[in-house]
């Protein structure tokens, strides 16, 4: 019947789009989709929005900038972020992928004004032997102001992230001047590693990441195994600045 589609409860349904430039043209650049947050489409959630496990998928779009995001729960609405170099971060709230409708995501180029050294962060992710990471994740976590002020967390008029291109570099910019930010990195096959405290200005910041590890194990009740359980790790270090 017609209603056993995307909207059942054990179908899994992917999110489909395009990122274009501002007015439709196409994007001359790929883009990056991350699910940012998400929340129940009914009722309320013990949840943080950022901690489901869809939260920690995105994709790069092709050449005619479409994309897919495969097998989401089906009972969240999401938020969802395009990132493109060049391009100012956009969110889009309130998607719904069980409806089966492609989103469109316009982003908006990023001027010279936009970039003003006093209102940009700029950067290059290497590994440990200097050779550039495409590809990374650099996430603002917070930021210090000339006058001994500061903010932490998800801040409005500032990029959310970046993404870093082929030499490894990024742009993160503000619609106000800012002394110093501090950044988490996240790349695939390196640890997550957090800089604080990094000048705003014209010159780079050269981020350099280290392997990370791998733990593997088995879950087990009662001697039995147990499937589908989600594992998590948490560091033993919970301070402010370091976690």
Request: glycine residues 10%.
């Amino acid at each position: 019947p017609p209603e056993l589609t995307n909207t059942n409860a054990g179908v899994r349904p992917d999110l489909t789009g395009r990122v274009l430039a501002k007015g439709g043209a196409p994007l001359p650049v790929p883009a990056t989709v991350f699910i940012a947050t998400a929340g129940p489409k009914s009722g309320t959630s013990s949840f943080c929005p950022s901690c489901y496990l869809d939260c920690a998928k995105h994709t790069r779009t092709d050449q005619q900038g479409s994309f897919k995001i495969e097998s989401l729960d089906p009972q969240l609405t999401f938020q969802v972020l395009a990132v493109a170099k060049g391009y100012q971060p956009k969110y889009v709230s309130k998607v719904d992928p069980a409806k089966g409708s492609p989103v469109t995501i316009e982003l908006s180029p990023i001027t010279a004004s936009d970039a003003a050294p006093e209102r940009s962060l700029r950067g290059r992710v290497v590994d440990p032997k200097g050779e550039p990471i495409e590809g990374a994740v650099v996430e603002m976590q917070g930021i210090t102001t000339k006058d001994g002020g500061g903010s932490w967390g998800a801040l409005s008029g500032i990029d959310p992230l970046a993404v870093t291109d082929e030499n490894g570099e990024f742009l993160i910019t503000a619609k106000k001047a800012f002394e110093m930010m501090s950044v988490k990195v996240t790349a695939r096959t390196f640890a997550d590693k957090v800089f604080n405290q990094l000048a705003s200005g014209a010159s780079d910041h050269k981020l350099v990441m280290t392997e990370g590890a791998t733990l593997t194990g088995r879950v087990l009740l009662a001697g039995q195994p147990l499937a589908g359980v989600s594992v998590g790790v948490s560091a033993v270090d919970r301070s402010a600045g370091t976690y």
